[in-house]
C-alpha cells in the first residue's frame, strides 16, 4: 500500500463546474499538507499549503485537511480551461528530513 | 517570491558526456535543496536532498557516483549527470525549502535530457 494514494483519473469537466479533488495518506504523523498544480512540461506550481487540519481558502481554490480520516481535498470553483492540469497532492511530516511524499497526480480537463 | 530556476531547460547530448544542471533560488536561501525525476505520466521521483556546505544525501537506487550534487552556497545546487546514457534521458526537477520556512518546496521549471 502506497503511503499517499489519489485517483490518476483523468477527470473531465465542463467549464464552470465545482472540481474536488483528493487524497488519502496512512501515515499519522503527516502535518504539513500541500497542493501543487503541474502543466505538462513545467515544474509544479504550488496551490495551498495546509499545517494540520483545518479548512483554508485563497481565491477559487479551497484546501481541507481531516487528519482524523486521513483525507485531504481540493476544491475549485468556478473551474476554468486554463485549469487543465495535473494536480498533485504533498505531505510531510514535518522531520528533520523535510522530505514529502507525493499521491500519483489526478489528470484534469476542463471542457469549454 | 519563492522562484526557483533551472538553466539549461532543454539539454541535448550525445551518449558518454556529462551534463550539469542548474538550480538557484532567485529571492530566498534555502538551506536544502532537493533533486526529482520524473518520467512521462508519472510522478516525481525524489533522487536527493542536498543541504549547503554538506554532501548530498541519496535515495536508495539512485548512484551517487553518477548523479553528481553540489550545493556551494545558500542559492545554488548542480546535479551533474556523468557518463550520461540514453536510460538517463528524462525530465530533472529540482526544488527549494527556504531557509526559515516549512516544509514548503519550491519547484523549478525542470529540464529535460535527452541522450541519443
Known amino acids: 500500500q502506497k503511503e499517499v494514494e489519489q485517483d490518476p483519473g483523468p477527470l473531465s469537466v465542463p467549464e464552470g463546474a465545482i472540481v474536488s479533488l483528493n487524497c488519502t495518506y496512512s501515515?499519522?504523523?503527516?502535518?504539513?499538507f500541500m497542493w501543487y498544480r503541474q502543466y505538462s512540461r513545467k515544474g509544479p506550481e504550488l496551490l495551498m499549503y495546509?499545517?494540520?487540519?483545518g479548512n483554508k481558502e485563497d481565491g477559487r481554490f479551497t484546501a481541507q485537511v481531516d487528519k482524523s480520516s486521513k483525507y485531504i481535498s481540493l476544491f475549485i470553483r468556478d473551474s476554468q480551461p486554463s485549469d487543465s492540469a495535473t494536480y498533485l497532492c504533498?505531505?510531510?511530516?514535518?522531520?528533520?528530513?523535510?522530505?514529502?511524499?507525493f499521491g500519483s497526480g489526478t489528470r484534469l480537463l476542463v471542457r469549454p | 517570491g519563492a522562484v526557483v530556476s533551472q538553466h539549461p531547460s532543454w539539454v541535448i547530448c550525445k551518449s558518454g558526456t556529462s551534463v550539469k544542471i542548474e538550480c538557484r533560488s532567485l529571492?530566498?536561501?534555502?538551506?536544502?535543496m532537493f533533486w526529482y525525476r520524473q518520467f512521462p505520466k508519472q510522478s516525481l521521483m525524489l533522487m536527493a536532498t542536498?543541504?549547503?556546505?554538506?554532501?548530498?544525501?541519496?535515495e536508495q537506487g539512485v548512484e551517487k557516483d553518477k548523479f553528481l550534487i553540489n550545493h556551494a552556497s545558500l542559492t545554488l545546487s548542480t546535479l551533474t549527470v556523468t557518463s550520461a546514457h540514453p536510460e538517463d534521458s528524462s525530465f530533472y526537477i529540482c526544488?527549494?525549502?527556504?531557509?526559515?520556512?516549512?516544509?514548503?518546496?519550491?519547484f523549478g521549471p525542470g529540464t529535460r535530457l535527452t541522450v541519443l
Open positions: 504533498a505531505m510531510s511530516g514535518g522531520d528533520s528530513s523535510y522530505k514529502l511524499i
Open positions: 495546509t499545517y494540520s487540519s
Open positions: 526544488s527549494a525549502r527556504a531557509l526559515a520556512g516549512t516544509d514548503t518546496q519550491y
Open positions: 529571492d530566498f536561501q534555502a538551506t536544502t
Open positions: 501515515n499519522s504523523a503527516f502535518q504539513y
Open positions: 542536498s543541504n549547503e556546505g554538506s554532501k548530498a544525501t541519496y
